[in-house]
């Protein structure tokens, strides 16, 4: 009674996404009706949120089951790839701290160097040289020329 | 009538040619190709950008460049989505479908050759249509009311859940999604923060660009990192593969048409934005077209018909924006907020007032429409190389250009943070092959359609009747019907062929 796993993996795919859907529509129909819901006459502020938040749990489910009785096979389209997507995740995150508590200068140069770490040819090395040159752009294009009102060293809150 | 016009139009022609007037012209589209290109600055950005620097410069000189700023950002925009998967300005977001694939097939140049061509096409036929019709199309504009607005917006989410290949589920639920995004922020009724879980930041709504961008970009990056070596090394690049062939041209030549009159349609109605307008077309390519069964998997219909409506549909919006005071979208109320700042109020006086700014604006489109070809046919394998760029060293630099792109939006590094958030959830429902362009619609109609809806049942007290008692409202009503049922029957045909080919192959 086994499947093969490629099959399963995209069965799972279809209930997983489903099973998602109606999670976030469960959890926004479940806040709306925190905000007045009002009826048709006089709809408040929850009505509408409340309406889609039904509406998305109801096609999720739908989406679940038509992933539960379809048997399509099609195999798996992406590779986990943790390394790569920490590191984007990271080298973000990064600019709006480093940009809040140290600049655009650190800010620019951690979200290259760090995201440039996901790519497995980059070395140290390299990722810190186009780190570097970004740190130019950034000094020279935007804040430079282009006046952005981002200033290249400062702490704290702006 | 006309020969007034023709007049008018002569006097605007002399007003955009005078060469301080000509130099700022090019100066806005040169500087909005340019800025438009890098990945992360679309036609927001950088117009909220260079504002400050009009503010010095006398009116015309000042509507002009920013109008060159715009429409070059615009295109730059585009040379971003096909060649990098960036769209920049939301509009764009169609185009990447078919446009990226196009690159990916080593074909990047020709989407560009024939974005070109349809862009200028369409933007042509707009400006002769604002010439011609825009007093009968403010005329129509007005008998739009709230029940219509919602009818009509109804329809584009429909189109565009059902646009997308694969699961019409999955499309429904994005753009349900999306709808829900639009919902974050302070409701306008009643002033209530929905869905900010206490950020302050957004209680003034989640940020357009970071959005696209996050969908788009970051959860494009999250999926391809470490996947392959060099965009453009999929298949390569050959000098002659960069200008379209006459065969081309002549696929793409009905696309480009549909897509002007679609672009135009919209036009004329005050609220739809640009977006709405590329979904439509292309939901219109893939059911009408010749290849419709092809869009989506690359091909230049796909790209030759949104780009051709959003270029006309731009055109014309300008005819709400100036006559009505109306934008279709937020590059339309920055160029209201411009014109504002100059003291020139927009409404039904503006063209008799300012002639000169009206009509000068109108030629100066043309003559800036001129302008962009003539910079981008070399510009062309320019831009075609940054597809030689290794991927190693394209993604991190990206990401720098759309955070610090996010950022000089509002200067807000917590919208940065929301690309974050877009671009993960944007790569977890790829992952789960959920189409990610409806929500980026949902979001954009979703205030628009809550507020049309809300206000139309309040003007009949809660009776659904009025959705009846407009005729345009219920034609527009009555092909979202017909568009459910088409697609239900499909469905069901094709579960029972697919149902009796199982049971022969069985027997």
Not at chain 2, 48 to 75: D, K, R, V, W
Not at chain 2, 230 to 256: H, N, T
């Amino acid at each position: 009674m086994s499947l093969p796993t490629t099959l399963r993996r995209v069965v799972k795919r279809d209930i997983g996404g489903g099973l998602l859907v109606l999670v976030i529509g469960t959890a926004a129909a479940v806040t709306a009706e925190n905000y007045t819901i009002g009826s048709v006459q006089n709809m408040g502020a929850g009505f509408f949120p409340f309406s889609i938040g039904v509406f998305l749990a109801i096609v999720g489910f739908l989406i679940a089951i038509v992933g539960l009785i379809k048997n399509e096979t099609q195999p798996a389209s992406v590779a986990s790839e943790w390394r790569g997507w920490a590191c984007i995740a990271i080298g973000i995150a990064s600019f709006v701290v480093l940009g809040q508590y140290g600049g655009l200068v650190p800010a620019t140069f951690s979200v290259v160097f760090i995201s440039a770490l996901g790519d497995r040819r980059n070395t140290v090395i390299s990722a810190a040289a186009l780190a570097a040159v970004a740190v130019v752009i950034a000094g020279v294009i935007f804040w430079w020329a282009l006046k952005i009102p981002f200033p290249l060293f400062h702490w704290g809150v702006a | 009538m006309i020969g007034q016009t023709l007049h008018d139009l002569w006097l605007g022609f002399g007003v955009a040619l005078e060469p301080h007037n000509l130099l700022w012209s090019f100066v806005g589209v040169l500087l909005g190709n340019l800025i438009g290109v890098l990945p992360g600055m679309g036609a927001l950005s950088a117009i909220s950008i260079l504002l400050p620097l009009t503010y010095t410069m006398h009116l015309i000189p000042a509507i002009l460049m920013l109008a060159g700023i715009f429409y070059g950002s615009q295109y730059g925009g585009a040379i971003g989505a096909i060649l990098l998967n960036l769209p920049c300005h939301p509009s764009h977001a169609v185009t990447c479908i078919d446009g990226y694939k196009l690159t990916k097939a080593g074909k990047g140049g020709t989407a560009l050759g024939i974005t070109m061509l349809a862009s200028f096409f369409a933007a042509s036929v707009g400006i002769i249509v604002m010439i011609v019709a825009s007093p009968l199309l403010v005329k129509i504009a007005f008998d739009f009311g709230p029940a219509e607005i919602f009818a009509i917006m109804l329809l584009g989410l429909l189109c565009g859940a059902t646009m997308s290949r694969g699961s019409k589920l999955k499309g429904l639920a994005m753009t349900g999604l999306g709808l829900l995004i639009g919902c974050v922020g302070t409701d306008v009724n009643s002033g209530t923060a929905r869905y900010t879980f206490g950020f302050v930041e957004l209680s003034d709504k989640v940020e357009l660009v970071a959005l696209a961008l996050g969908l788009f970009g970051v959860a494009e990056f999250l999926r391809n990192v470490n996947q392959f070596a060099e965009i453009g090394k999929m298949a390569k690049v050959r000098f002659r593969d960069m200008r379209p062939s006459a065969s081309e041209i002549k696929q793409a030549l009905p696309a480009i048409l549909r897509g002007t009159f679609i672009g135009t349609l919209f036009g004329a109605l005050p609220g739809t934005g640009p977006t709405i307008t590329t979904f439509v077309a292309l939901a219109l390519e893939s059911k009408i077209g010749k290849n419709r069964k092809k869009i989506g998997t690359g091909i230049v219909e796909g790209v030759a018909s949104p780009e051709a409506a959003s270029h006309s549909k731009t055109q014309v919006d300008f005819i709400p924006t100036m006559s009505l005071g109306i934008p279709g979208d937020p590059v339309m109320a920055l160029l209201l907020g411009a014109l504002m700042i100059q003291g020139v109020q927009p409404g039904p006086q503006l063209v008799n007032m300012h002639a000169d700014l009206f009509w000068g604006l109108i030629a100066s489109f043309w003559v800036g429409n001129v302008i962009l070809i003539l910079l981008n046919v070399p510009l062309i394998g320019v831009w075609v190389k940054l597809l030689r760029i290794p991927y190693q060293y394209l993604y991190p630099t990206a990401l720098f250009f759309i955070s610090i792109g996010v950022y000089s939006t509002n200067n807000s590094l917590f919208e940065v943070g929301e690309v974050l958030v877009f671009g993960v959830m944007g790569a977890i429902f790829a992952f789960f092959e959920f189409p990610v362009a409806p929500i980026l619609l949902g979001y954009v109609l979703g205030p628009m359609v809550e507020e049309n809806f809300r206000r139309s049942l309040m003007l009949s007290n809660g009776n659904f009747n009025i959705f009846y008692e407009h005729p345009i409202a219920l034609s527009f009503l009555g092909v979202c019907g017909f568009l459910v049922c088409v697609q239900l029957i499909s469905t069901f045909i094709s579960y029972a062929r697919r149902g009796a080919r199982q049971q022969n192959a069985s027997a």
